[in-house]
């Protein structure tokens, strides 16, 4: 009896194993050997031109961050961005999909066109930005018409990383905007009719109702928004043709890794800025867990 048990566990698991087998090798092609060899990158000196070469170097691709003032010009702008970006994005798709929740005329309509973006090419709305945000661009004829002073948006130190993030909040708010809308027509009727027949305004309905249970909605979002925002690189490149200027202040992190690795045939050094933004994105999304944590009671 003992016996014909145990064969029919080694079938089973045989069989378990079988249909676990296309996703076990998949992740492990894709996601375990990349991370196992960024590791063993991130720990030597590599040479790509004439022949990938290893030249065993330890924790010093690490230590060099420190010295390298390059990085810490990266983190700040990136640190900018995400400050900037992360929080203006979350609350313009909330006040976007709280107005498409309501029964104003053309709703449907309105989802469809503020929805476009999202579908749309990074790369393009790069492209048509920076048309818009040239010298003879329609923001400055727009900023002349009315009389005001001009900028040189996109290569002007002060003002070139705000044309980056414009760029990305009307490229990613669109997206949260239909994820928080759909989460509003998943709160219950009944709900909104009780605090109505409370006298509660709109507003209060808004503010005590709808963002609260809206709450693992917003930590989902802001999460996916910090990881977004602090891997930013299309943007910039397109807008600085690669070198992160003017005058570095269009510097990202990931552009940074992106210049050693494939400009400077460092990649040892680009493996180990890597591991170093993703423990940057780690902590960040532990403080926003702890933040946006349930409260127990």
Same mark, same amino acid.
């Given at each position: ?27 492990? $092609? ?6 196992? %060899?960024? @590791? ?6 590599? =040479?790509?031109? /004439?022949? !990938? ?100 948006? $996109? ?6 990383? %705000?044309? @980056? ?6 490229? =990613?708010?669109? /997206?949260? !905007? ?120």
């Amino acid at each position: 009896m003992k016996g014909i048990l145990g064969k029919r566990v080694v079938r089973d698991n045989l069989a378990a194993y079988s249909f676990l087998a296309p996703t076990i090798v998949i992740i492990g $092609l894709f996601v375990v050997f990349p991370i196992g %060899f960024a @590791i063993f990158l991130s720990l030597n000196k590599v =040479t790509l031109l /004439g022949g !990938m070469n290893f030249e065993f170097s330890g924790l010093r691709n690490f230590t060099r961050m420190f010295d390298d003032y390059r990085v810490g010009i990266a983190l700040m702008n990136t640190a900018k961005y995400v400050a900037v970006v992360v929080p203006v994005q979350t609350a313009l798709a909330l006040v976007l999909a709280a107005a498409l929740n309501s029964s104003i005329r053309g709703r449907d309509f309105f989802r469809s066109v503020y929805f476009l973006p999202t579908i749309t090419s990074s790369a393009v709305l790069t492209l048509i930005f920076v048309w818009i945000l040239n010298n003879n661009g329609i923001l400055n004829q727009f900023l002349e018409f009315l009389h005001l002073p001009t900028r040189n948006w $996109l290569n002007e130190p002060a003002v070139a990383l %705000f044309g @980056i993030m414009m760029m990305n909040i009307y490229s =990613t708010a669109p /997206g949260y !905007m239909v994820i928080y809308l759909a989460s509003m027509q998943d709160i219950s009727d009944d709900i909104y009719e009780a605090a109505s027949i409370d006298g509660a305004t709109w507003w209060s309905k808004f503010i005590h109702i709808t963002v609260p249970m809206l709450r693992p909605v917003t930590f989902f979002i802001v999460v996916m928004g910090l990881i977004g925002c602090f891997q930013v690189f299309d943007q910039a490149f397109i807008v600085s043709r690669g070198d992160g200027g003017p005058n570095n202040s269009t510097l990202t992190v990931v552009l940074l890794i992106y210049q050693y690795a494939f400009k400077n045939d460092q990649m040892g050094y680009a493996s180990a800025l890597a591991f170093m933004l993703a423990f940057v994105i780690m902590a960040f999304t532990l403080i926003q867990r702890t933040i946006f944590r349930e409260d127990k009671n």
